[in-house]
């Protein structure tokens, strides 16, 4: 089954209002992760939640992080149009005893933000 | 732009050709992945190279050949491939170590195969 599973699929806002997305994900984790991407295009890291933290700021983006209900927010106040993309959460694992980090993502949420 | 470059940004082939996408990395890191993005699908891991070996092979038909002669560089050598192969590939890099590093992605490649 697929770790990290984002809701809503898609969400539709006007510029100025605050945006909720939320990740589910099944097994232990090391920490979380949220990406962006625009339409096509790579992803850049947005911001990264340890194991053991339950709040992280960086500019707009606020996400939490419960890991009794396996579960993560990403929060984006003041949205603007340029805010539209897609964001992922993705958990971080290992292959067996290596270090090489093993991220698994979700399907993603589609956030359009109306000007 | 993210210290991670994709050539080329799109390719069309048929499926009888072979063709590389390339991936470079200007960050100094010591790990590479390729991953590919189909529509209305997560990203999926395809290959992982550590230290320039390879760590995992997530159970990708052979049509797919990576190849990483050095830290820097990553190509995923593609031949007989099918149209459902079809996606956006992208390219990462990260600096392994202890705890689960942060991924740095390339702008990717729009593969279509006819």
């Known amino acids: 089954s697929q770790q990290g599973e984002e809701d809503p699929q898609a969400l539709s806002i006007q510029e100025g209002e605050n945006a909720t997305m939320n990740c589910s994900y099944k097994t232990s984790i090391n920490n979380l992760q949220w990406y962006r991407q625009n339409s096509g295009r790579g992803l850049v890291h947005l911001i990264l939640?340890?194991?053991?933290?339950r709040e992280k700021h960086s500019g707009r983006l606020r996400v939490t992080l419960d890991t009794s209900k396996k579960s993560s927010s990403l929060l984006i106040t003041a949205s603007r149009a340029a805010d539209t993309a897609s964001y992922f959460c993705?958990?971080?694992?290992?292959?067996?005893?290596?270090?090489?980090?093993?991220?698994?993502f979700g399907q993603g949420t589609t956030l359009q933000v109306k000007p | 732009e993210t210290g991670v470059t994709q050539t080329p940004r799109h390719l069309v082939m048929g499926m009888t050709n072979k063709k590389s996408l390339k991936c470079e990395q200007h960050l100094g890191h010591n790990a590479m992945y390729w991953y590919k993005q189909s529509a209305k699908k997560p990203l999926e891991l395809m290959f992982v190279?550590?230290?320039?070996?390879?760590?995992e092979n997530n159970s990708v038909p052979s049509r797919f050949s990576p190849e990483c002669p050095n830290s820097s560089h990553l190509f995923l050598h593609l031949h007989t491939l099918q149209p459902e192969d079809s996606a956006l590939y992208l390219c990462a890099s990260s600096q392994e170590g202890p705890q689960m590093p942060l991924q740095f992605f390339g702008p990717g490649t729009r593969l279509t195969v006819l």
């Open positions: 190279y550590s230290l320039e070996e390879r760590v």
């Open positions: 993705a958990t971080a694992g290992q292959f067996g005893s290596s270090n090489t980090g093993k991220l698994i």
């Open positions: 939640i340890r194991s053991n933290e």
